[in-house]
């Protein structure tokens, strides 16, 4: 957990903070637990709430959403602040930044998938619905949906088996299983009674901001060009960033352009200079200054400790657990647009 991140309130809590975690429980919990680069993680619901006596305290993803599927037991979830019951079978979905706690009834059991933001954007293709399906928090009973409870439990079990075993095509497979999981929420959604709203002003900017970021973060690393878009201050988003995530409007755009650094360093084969001037760094060794301070590796080293077979350690974030397949590396050249200044604003 960051331990530099500011802490989430309730509105009416003053008193005890609410820490963020990467997964589902602490990630200190259990050290094999990592949410890999940009990627996800999955697990039976019985593994970590099991060992925390069915309960999972008030805390939040900063930058992580959760899909559940609860197949026998039940319980209950409370999100920002609304109590919700969970009637089995159903699916849950828990948005990035949102606070959440979970209280099991003993013996429960399901899957719980934690994914990256930017793995879920890499899903959802620009389909506002699948978007929103991530989006929105809620409990979602199947029975009267149509969906087979049998074929969403194969669901999580394919894809947990392609988490687990490192196959050929494993990336790619494992997407089409989480894409098949979001569409699954929409279908599950579309006869339950209306989910707990997100009718937060801040995260909604936040929502947006990361929207406006996944579109921009290779040319543009301004804060105040992002705050004009939103029609907002840059204090004003500030102000949310920390709010919803603990965390600065700027450590989120930056946070973004290093995750698709380090996709970049490891999966495929572009040179350090390479990969800063796809990401608008005109300077490369400015490039390596930037990405040295915010992960306290060069970039360098990032990848040839990869190759040699070893695990890095990132500071304040989940560690990757294994390597993938290079069949399942971004494009080499960055997407279209002028470049960003060599230093960001």
């Keep these: 957990m960051d ?11 003053t008193a005890a903070p609410i820490p963020h975690y990467y997964l589902y429980g602490r990630l200190e919990d259990d050290g094999s637990a990592e949410v890999e680069l940009d990627f996800l993680h999955v697990e039976p619901i019985r593994k970590r709430s099991g060992a925390h006596n ?28 609304r109590s919700l019951p969970v009637a089995v079978p159903c699916l849950m979905a828990v948005p990035s930044g949102m606070v959440h706690r979970l209280r099991f009834q003993p013996e ?14 890499q899903a959802a293709l620009g389909d ?22 049998a074929h969403v439990a194969e669901t999580f079990e394919i894809l947990e088996r392609e988490f687990v075993y490192a196959a050929p095509g494993r990336r790619p497979a494992i997407m089409a299983q989480f894409i098949m999981l979001l569409v699954a929420l929409i279908r ?4 339950a009674v209306p989910p707990l709203p997100a009718d937060d002003r801040s995260y909604a900017l936040v929502a947006r901001y990361r929207d406006l970021i996944e579109g921009h973060f290779r040319e543009e690393r301004r804060l105040d060009f992002y705050a004009g878009r939103l029609g907002v201050t840059p204090a004003r988003l500030n102000a949310a960033c920390r709010a919803r995530l603990g965390a600065t409007a700027s ?25 800063g001037y796809a990401l608008g760094f005109e300077d490369p060794a400015y490039f390596s ?36 397949p290079r069949s399942a590396a971004p494009p080499r050249a960055a997407e279209g647009g002028s470049r960003a200044p060599s230093r960001p604003g």
């Design 3 to 13: 331990g530099r991140a500011e802490r989430l309130h309730y509105s009416h809590v």
């Design 128 to 149: 506002a619905r699948l978007i929103e399906a991530a989006r929105t928090p809620g409990v979602f009973p199947l029975a009267g949906t149509g969906l087979d409870p």
């Design 289 to 324: 200054r930037f990405f040295s301070k915010r992960t306290g590796q060069p970039p360098g080293r990032v990848r040839d400790t990869l190759a040699a077979g070893g695990a890095v350690a990132w500071p304040d974030q989940a560690t990757p657990a294994r390597s993938m």
């Design 108 to 121: 429960t059991d399901g899957w719980v998938i934690t994914a990256a933001e930017s793995f879920v954007a």
């Design 54 to 81: 069915w309960t999972i305290e008030t805390h939040s993803h900063p930058a992580h959403m959760q899909i559940l599927y609860v197949s026998q037991g039940g319980g209950e979830i409370d999100i920002e602040g």
């Design 251 to 275: 450590g989120l755009l930056h946070d973004r352009v290093i995750t698709e650094a380090k996709r970049w360093l490891i999966y495929t084969g572009m040179s350090v200079a390479e990969v």
């Design 188 to 191: 599950a959604k579309a006869p």
